[in-house]
């Protein structure tokens, strides 16, 4: 080559120009413009349009097609009896004003959008999302402009005076997987966020593979890495944390409180603002600082501390085990080591689990001898067993042990165990004999608190009391049979695994009495001491989070109990309405949105798409491939949706008619409608495909014009019946010689059976929910501890019967009947689904709970309403399922098939019982057991037809 070839730009990187209809010979066929360019293109290939499909074949398309369902036979009826010339029309319109549009619509967009009801990633927890789904539903039923449903979608918060479901609409850019993993990178994972908006954004409007040039630059490739990061600029303000979502949504979010709970939010709000407003930091912050420094001076006096009287032993654990009371019992370690580090009283002991330690001769006592053992403690997790925090056994010698349960979620991310104290004697045989209690409540895990555990020496459980925080902690009694010796020769130990689980978390300030403690003093190590300690702090070596922290406890505690009683007082209250207000957060719904930070961080071109490999500083801009943004639009995501919807944008409205086309003929003009670019497929009617985004554009991108415009073509109405021609020529019907025909998605493979059984739940809307699956698929997969979406629970009731786009989507689990028919995990953005054809699929419509209690419900409609005559039950079934009458033939077959069934159940009642029990709705159990589960086969059959569950 003696110089570089001319690169012409790519097809669809030009801007679409409206072709002119192109002349065809059977003009008779064409019902629109759609028509000609088919028509054309079979003519070209020297093929003819097949026959128009049956009435009722078609209403069954056309219901699928646009509501998700099927028609029912009344709506059949009323089609086929109808004579007017616009009576197919008349069913489009009445379809596309169902509300059941807007769901049909969004089962394609909740795959483009990656939604799902948890985080992704390993612990993979719950989210709530379902808020935005309901506006995604809302806004098709709308018939929201298409250009209005990308900006309020991509930008919704930066427009003017934006209300809240425009925020809302925002969620789009959300729905993207979070991570909260332990060790993770915070800065790595908020670029793979925006990363994943980039990726997402650009394949749903543009279908553009733009991560490839996330890394580096490719030889062909129109867009540079440049170009990618400056696309990424758009979506790198945002307020969100690198890691987060361990509670629930991820910052930032919007809440969205009933009527009722806004109206508590309002009340809240506006006590707290009085509440504030009545302690003024101009005149609460000098009293503070004059109290801070007096009582620093004063701490010793003011700060009393329990009387040493009866102090047998004090461990402060400062770095260090020695006995601080003066009687020399220091600690000692057997085995592992103790580590020290910041805890309430100044430093803490930190216990792995696998250290051994024991204090010389502390906490020996007589069961008639009154005593006291306090300690700060923070305890570790211990899910399934029991762990023992301090002890002092011998072989066969009885003692006395302080011991934890095995812990158990018990909300806001925190497990809890219950508190075992035991008192036992010295033991000859095997029995227990002592005294046995234990909390009532579990203790809460994984904070600091302050234990005291008084006994009065009576020999009783009623002489056992616990205190937690200071207050009395109820306690049951197990046990109460202490009559011998609780002395034994064994030391005071933690971690002995001769005697139980060592124990795992921390401890701080332990003293041992020998004698019972009173109230005051209880309040005092447990209220006062930490502040004494606090005011005592050297705060040079303090990080400024740490200072904070102290100042703000130190506030806290001036407020509560030193400051002058009007503000005292009104400090209660306020912390008292805080404590609702954070209550009521807890339960008001909340969804993830978009936000601007207040300063954008600053986007770098990342060398190999490395977070840590920051080069040239960037921009937010659009590729240098594709027009520049339009005049006078920010640089921000409103002007990237302005940029997106311009009508000389090359991509958007193709791309959006190309995944229409998609949606009612099985493939896209383009098949790879995720990929427009050089390694995509071209335009098999390349024509066509500009004439309809240029008539979208024209239509002020009205979608449900859109879908009217295909939906009444004289393409989409052909019958599905193939030849062997056809087959030969145009074996995936590219060229549409014929009607549509292709299993129907995974979704309405079961709202179908829920359907035709007259089971199916036609709320709209709402939280996502929870029907049958098999069980432990969750479990095995589940990260487990505290938190959500870990444990599989399956709603009750009508829940159970809901349409399968509200049902929830673990990323990690997908729902078994739904992926089996090819549904996406949603990990990433999905623009078109697999379709496969596998035997798992048989054995879900034959065995899944769902589908069994399908049949049996379709059975019982059967024998109540279409009368004893076999062959009337079968066509009433039949009809249901499928729209159409059965075949004489397909009649006999399904009467033999009932009568065998009926002769086998009459043998065994047992069986018939089994499958009559399969699901939670009722059935008539006055009815024949033998008959309805004979008809629940035949129902069964019918549900399994292929042609039950394609759209022809």
Known sequence: MTKAPKWDTHWAYTAPK???????????????????????????????????????????????DLTGLPPTPAEVDSFLSATSLDAYEKQVDRLLNS????????????????????????????????????????????????????????????????????????????????????????????????????????????????????CHDHKYDPIRQKDFYRFFAFFNSIPENGLDGREGNATPMIQLPSAQQAAELKRLKQAIKLREEALPEAKVNPLFEKWQVETWRESRNLFTMPSSDGLMAHYEFDGHLSDTSGHYRHGRTWRGAVTFGPNVIGQGGEFNGETHLSFDGAGDFERTQPFSIAFWFNKGGSAGQEITLLQKLGHRQGGYELAFDGSVPVGDLKRGSHLYVRLVASLRDDTFQGIEVKTKTRIRMGIPQHLVLNYDGSSKAAGVRLFLGGKPFEVEVLRDSLTGSIRNYGQLEIGNKNFGNAYRGSLDDLRIYQRELSGTEIEQLSLRHPIRSLLSADTRKFSENQKKARREKLKDYFLTYEASEPYRRRYTELTQLKKEKAALDKVVPTSMVMEEMEKARETHVLGRGDYRNEGEKVAPGVPSSLPPLPAGVPQNRLGLARWLCDPSHPLTARVAVNRYWQMYFGHGIVKTAEDFGSQGEVPVHAELLDWLATEFTRTSWDIKQMQRLIVTSAA??????????LVEKDPENRFLARGPRFRLPAEMVRD????????????????????????????????????????????????????????????????????????????????????????????????????????RALAQRTLTEAGRDPANRVQFAFRRATGRKPAAAEVRLLTELAQKQ???????????????????????????????????VVASSILNLDETITKE
């Not at 596998?838 to 065995?847: F, K, R």
């Open 902 to 936: 009926l002769g086998a159940y009459r043998r065994d009642k047992m069986a018939a019982a089994d499958l009559l029990r399969v699901g939670d709705s009722p059935f008539d159990e006055k009815a024949n057991a033998s008959e309805l589960a004979a008809w629940t």
């Open 99 to 214: 509300r059941r549009f807007g769901e049909r619509m969004a089962m394609q967009w909740l795959d483009l959008s990656r939604y799902a009801d948890t985080h992704g990633y390993h612990i993979d927890s719950h989210r709530d999302m379902w808020h935005w789904r309901d506006w995604v539903i809302s806004a098709f039923n709308r018939n929201l402009p298409f250009d209005q449903f990308t900006t309020e979608q991509l930008a919704g918060d930066l427009l003017p005076n934006a209300t809240l479901q425009q925020k809302l609409a925002t969620g789009f850019s959300r729905n993207h997987m979070i991570n909260f993993e332990g060790g993770a990178i915070p800065e790595e994972y908020q670029t793979e966020y925006v990363v994943d908006r980039v990726e997402t954004t650009s394949a749903v409007w543009m279908a553009m593979t733009m991560g490839c040039a996330r």
């Open 18 to 64: 409206r072709p002119s209809l192109p002349s065809v010979k059977n003009t008779a066929w064409i019902k629109n413009p759609i028509d000609a360019f088919i028509l054309a293109r079979l003519e070209r290939e020297g093929l003819k349009p097949s026959p128009p499909a049956g009435k009722t074949t078609l209403l069954r398309r056309l219901s699928f």
């Open 752 to 855: 179908n059976a829920l359907a035709v059984s007259g089971l199916l739940n036609d709320e709209i809307g709402g939280p996502s929910v929870s029907p049958y699956q098999p069980k432990g698929l969750w479990e095995e997969m589940a990260f487990g501890d505290v938190f959500s979406a870990q444990t599989y629970v399956p709603s009750t009731g009508k829940d159970l019967y809901r349409r399968s786009m509200y049902t929830f989507w673990k990323r990690t689990v997908p729902p078994p009947s739904l992926a089996t028919f090819d549904a996406p995990d949603r990990e990433k953005c999905t623009a078109r689904r697999a379709l496969t054809n596998t035997p798992l699929q048989a054995l879900v419509l034959m065995n899944d709970p769902t589908y069994v209690e399908a049949a």
């Open 716 to 725: 989409y109405r052909q019958s599905s019946h193939v030849t062997p021609e």
